[in-house]
C-alpha cells in the first residue's frame, strides 16, 4: 500500500505532535495551537482532494471546537467543579480520617476502592488532590512512610476512570469517534464489566503486593517540624532593631536566627557582622521553620518579606488583618502555574491575594537564597509557605494546578453540596438509561448547577481547562486529517502485515500494549484519538467485531501507571511522595501487565476471539 504525500505529511505533523506534548518545557495549550496553525495551513496551501472530486479544507480542521465529544467533556468540568466547591465530598475525608487509625489496612482497601468508583463519574485529579493531604497526616500518625500508599490510590484512581464514558475525557473522545467512523455506540456502563473484572484483580495487586514493592521513602514533605525554609525579613521604622547592631538582634532571638545577609537599599549587601548597624528599611536574608520564622518576626517587631510586592511589606496591597490570617503550604508540581517561572512571572500574590513569605527547596533543602524569593526560578518539589485569609487559601486549593499540603486547609463545606451530588447524579442517570445524550444531559446539569447557584460563572471559568480544550481539538484534527489522508490505513495496513500470522486474541494484546506504551510518554487524548480509526481499520481487515479493539485502545491508553509523566495525577503524586521515578516502574510494570492480560482474556471471551 502506498502512502500520498499529505498522509505522509500529517504522519509527521502527529510525530512531532506527540513529541511536542511529551516535554515538560512546552506548554500544553501553546504546543497544540502550533500544531493546529502547521495543519490549517499545510492544508490550505497544498490542498488535498478525494476520489470523489471533495476538498479537505482548513475549515474543517475546527470542527473539533464544536465537537459532541467537547461539549460533553466541558460540561463535565463544570459538574466537576460544583461537586468541589461545594465541599459534597467533605464527609469522605472526614470519615477516612476517623476511621484510619482504628482499622488502617481495611480503611486502605476502603479507599483505594472509593478512590476507583468516584474516578468512574468525576475527574481523578480533585480526587487525588483531596486524598493526599489526608493520607500523608495519617501516615504521619500510624508512623507509616506515604510512599507506601499514595501510587496505590492513584493507579486506583486510574483504573475506575476506565469503566463509564464519562470516567475521562479520553474515554468520551473513543466513543465519539467510534460512533462517528464505524457507527457503533456505546453507552454508559456498556464496558463497565470488563473494567470491574479485570480491575477487582488490580486493585487487590495495589492493596496486598505494591505496598512490599514499594521503598519507604521519608521525605521532609511529610515532617513539617523539619522544614527549613529560607525568608526575607523586612525591618520597619517600628521594628525592635532599630538602631541596633546584629549582636543584639541575635541576644534577643537567644542567637537562634541565622542572618545570611543584609540587603541594604536597592543593591547594597552587607555582611551580617556583629558590629553591623540595622537601619529601617534594612532586609534581613534568615532561614528556619515556619514556627521560628513567626517568632524571629514577633520579636523583632518585622515584616516577613511579601514577594508580590517589590517596595516592602509595610505598604503592600495584600496583607490581611493579623486576626485573619493563618499559614499554609503550597507544593509547585510539574503542571502548575510556578513551575519553571518566578513568583514575579505567575503573579501568584496577586492571583489569589495572598502575601508569600518563604521558600523550602525539597530537593536541595541546604541551598540559601541569594536574591530576592520573588525573582527565584520555581521548580518541581519547592515548597512556599503563604499567609491569607482562610477564603483565599481555599481559593488556591480550588485550583486543581496547586496543591496545598495543609489538610486544615479544606473546601467550605456548603448547603448546596447534597444538591450538587443530586444533579450529577440526575446527569449519570439520564445518559445511563438511554433518555439523553451524555452530551446533552451533561449540559444540562451544568446549566442547573449554574441556575440553583451551586456553582458561579467564575467558578465555571475556572472549571474550563484550555490544556484539554486545546489538546482534543487539535487530537480531532490530527485524527481527521489521518483518516481522510488514507493515514490510518496504512498504519492499519503495516500492522496486520507485522502481526501476519497471529491469533487474533494475540493481535487485540499487542493493540492493546501498543496503546499503553504509548499513552506512559505522550498525552493519552493523542494516543487515542489517533488509535482508535487504526483499530476499528485493523479490525475490518482481520474481518472481526470493533467492539473489542476500540475497547482495546480505550483500556490501552488509560493504562498510565509506568512513569510519572503519563498522567497528571502520577506528577502530583510523585512531588507529594518523593518518588522516584523507578518506583513507578516497580508497580506500573506489573499492574499494566496484569490489567493488559486481563483485559485481553476477558475481551476475547466476551467477543469469542479464544
Not at 484510619?100 to 468525576?122: D, E, I, Q, Y
Request: with cysteine; glycine share 6%.
Amino acid at each position: 500500500m502506498e502512502l500520498n504525500i499529505h498522509a505522509a505529511a500529517t504522519m509527521v505533523l502527529t510525530i512531532i505532535a506527540l513529541y511536542l506534548f511529551s516535554q515538560d518545557r512546552y506548554r500544553l495549550e501553546t504546543s497544540s495551537l502550533i500544531i493546529l496553525i502547521i495543519l490549517t495551513l499545510l492544508f490550505t496551501i497544498f490542498p488535498y482532494t478525494h476520489d470523489d472530486g471533495s476538498a479537505l479544507r482548513a475549515a474543517d480542521f475546527f470542527s473539533g471546537f464544536g465537537h459532541e465529544a467537547l461539549v460533553a467533556i466541558c460540561s463535565l468540568m463544570i459538574l466537576g467543579k460544583s461537586i468541589e466547591i461545594t465541599g459534597a465530598l467533605k464527609f469522605l475525608s472526614r470519615t477516612l480520617t476517623r476511621q484510619w487509625k482504628k482499622r488502617p489496612k481495611l480503611v486502605f482497601l476502603t479507599t483505594l476502592l472509593t478512590g476507583a468508583v468516584l474516578s468512574g463519574f468525576l475527574n481523578n485529579t480533585p480526587i487525588v488532590i483531596m486524598l493526599i493531604p489526608i493520607l500523608i497526616g495519617l501516615s504521619l500518625e500510624t508512623k507509616t512512610a506515604p510512599s507506601k500508599i499514595l501510587i496505590p490510590v492513584g493507579f486506583a484512581t486510574l483504573i475506575g476512570g476506565m469503566a463509564t464514558t464519562i470516567g475521562t475525557s479520553t474515554n468520551l473522545l473513543i466513543v465519539a469517534i467510534a460512533a462517528d467512523i464505524s457507527s457503533i455506540y456505546f453507552d454508559m456502563f456498556d464496558f463497565s464489566a470488563p473494567v470491574i473484572i479485570v480491575g477487582a484483580v488490580g486493585i487487590l495487586f495495589l492493596w496486598h503486593v505494591a505496598p512490599l514493592l514499594l521503598p519507604e521513602r521519608q521525605i521532609d514533605l511529610a515532617n513539617t517540624s523539619k522544614r527549613i525554609y529560607n525568608a526575607v525579613l523586612f525591618l520597619s521604622d517600628t521594628s525592635y532593631t532599630a538602631g541596633k547592631d546584629v549582636h543584639a538582634v541575635l541576644e534577643a532571638t537567644d542567637y537562634e536566627v541565622p542572618i545570611k545577609k543584609i540587603r541594604r537599599r536597592k543593591n547594597q549587601i552587607i555582611l551580617p557582622l556583629p558590629a553591623v548597624l540595622l537601619r529601617p528599611g534594612d532586609a534581613l536574608f534568615i532561614s528556619g521553620t515556619a514556627e521560628k520564622l513567626r517568632e524571629f518576626e514577633r520579636k523583632l517587631k518585622g515584616k516577613l518579606h511579601n514577594v508580590g510586592n517589590d517596595k516592602g511589606v509595610a505598604k503592600g496591597d495584600y496583607t490581611a488583618r493579623e486576626d485573619d490570617q493563618i499559614m499554609a503550604e503550597v507544593l509547585v508540581t510539574s503542571n502548575s502555574l510556578l513551575h519553571n517561572r518566578s513568583l514575579n512571572q505567575a503573579r501568584l500574590a496577586e492571583k489569589y491575594n495572598i502575601i508569600v513569605l518563604a521558600l523550602h527547596r525539597l530537593n536541595k533543602p541546604t541551598e540559601s537564597i541569594t536574591e530576592k524569593l520573588s525573582r527565584i526560578k520555581l521548580h518541581r518539589g519547592d515548597i512556599l509557605l503563604v499567609q491569607g485569609t482562610r477564603e483565599n487559601l481555599d481559593l488556591i486549593k480550588e485550583d486543581t494546578k496547586l496543591l496545598v499540603l495543609d489538610s486544615k486547609i479544606d473546601y467550605v463545606s456548603s448547603a448546596k453540596g447534597p444538591l450538587a451530588i443530586a444533579i450529577m447524579s440526575g446527569v449519570v442517570l439520564m445518559a445511563a438509561f438511554g433518555l439523553l445524550p451524555i452530551s446533552v444531559s451533561a449540559l444540562t446539569g451544568a446549566g442547573l448547577c449554574l441556575l440553583t447557584r451551586c456553582l458561579g460563572w467564575r467558578d465555571i471559568s475556572k472549571a474550563l481547562n484550555i490544556q484539554i480544550i486545546m489538546i482534543v481539538v487539535v487530537s480531532l484534527a490530527l485524527g481527521k486529517a489521518l483518516i481522510d489522508t488514507g493515514a490510518t490505513d496504512y498504519l492499519a495496513y503495516q500492522f496486520v502485515h507485522l502481526t501476519q500470522g497471529l491469533p487474533v486474541i494475540s493481535v487485540l494484546c499487542a493493540m492493546l500494549f501498543m496503546m499503553s506504551l504509548i499513552t506512559n510518554v505522550v498525552s493519552n487524548t493523542a494516543a487515542a484519538v489517533i488509535g482508535t480509526p487504526v483499530a476499528v481499520n485493523v479490525a475490518q481487515q482481520l474481518g472481526v467485531p470493533l467492539e473489542p479493539f476500540i475497547l482495546a485502545v480505550l483500556f490501552g491508553v488509560n493504562m498510565s501507571y509506568a512513569t510519572p509523566i503519563g498522567y497528571q495525577t502520577n506528577l502530583l503524586i510523585f512531588s507529594a511522595g518523593g518518588y522516584k521515578f523507578a518506583d513507578f516502574l516497580r508497580v506500573g510494570i506489573p499492574l499494566t501487565l496484569i490489567t493488559g492480560i486481563g483485559f485481553t482474556l476477558v475481551l476475547g471471551y466476551l467477543y469469542q476471539l479464544i
